[in-house]
Nanobody, 122 residues
C-alpha cells in the first residue's frame, strides 16, 4: 500500500520560509517522479513543481514559484522536499505531494498524500 505523508506546513509571515517534507512508503521511491501541488480555498488544485527520478533528477516549476521554491529528493530516506522561500500570501494553500511511475514530470500522478496546510500572513 502506497503512502505519502506530508509534513512541515504551518503559519509563516510574508517573506519567510518553510520546508515541506513528503515521506513515501510502499513504492520503489527511486524510480518514481515526485510532484508537489497546492489548492487554495475556492480554487482548483494547481501544479507547483516536480522532480524526475531519471535524467539527472530534472526539475520543473510553475512560473508562479520559479526562483522561490526548490524541490529536492533523498532516495536513501524515501523523501522529497519542497523548500519555499520569499513566501507570499498568495502561496497560502494546502500542499500535496504526489508520485508517478514514469519519468515525465508533467503527466498524471498515480499516488497522492493527504496534504499539509501552509498559511502565509501579510
Amino acid at each position: 500500500q502506497v503512502q505519502l505523508v506530508e509534513s512541515g506546513g504551518g503559519l509563516v509571515q510574508a517573506g519567510g520560509s518553510l520546508r515541506l517534507s513528503c515521506a513515501a512508503s510502499g513504492l520503489t521511491f527511486s524510480t518514481h517522479t515526485m510532484g508537489w501541488f497546492r489548492q487554495a480555498p475556492g480554487k482548483e488544485r494547481e501544479f507547483v513543481g516536480g522532480i524526475s527520478w531519471s535524467g539527472g533528477l530534472n526539475t520543473f516549476y510553475a512560473d508562479s514559484v520559479k526562483g522561490r521554491f526548490t524541490i529536492s529528493r533523498d532516495n536513501a530516506k524515501n523523501t522529497v522536499y519542497l523548500q519555499m522561500n520569499s513566501l507570499k500570501p498568495e502561496d497560502t494553500a494546502v500542499y500535496y505531494c504526489a508520485a508517478r511511475r514514469g519519468s515525465a514530470i508533467d503527466r498524471v500522478y498515480d499516488y497522492w498524500g493527504q496534504g499539509t496546510q501552509v498559511t502565509v500572513s501579510s
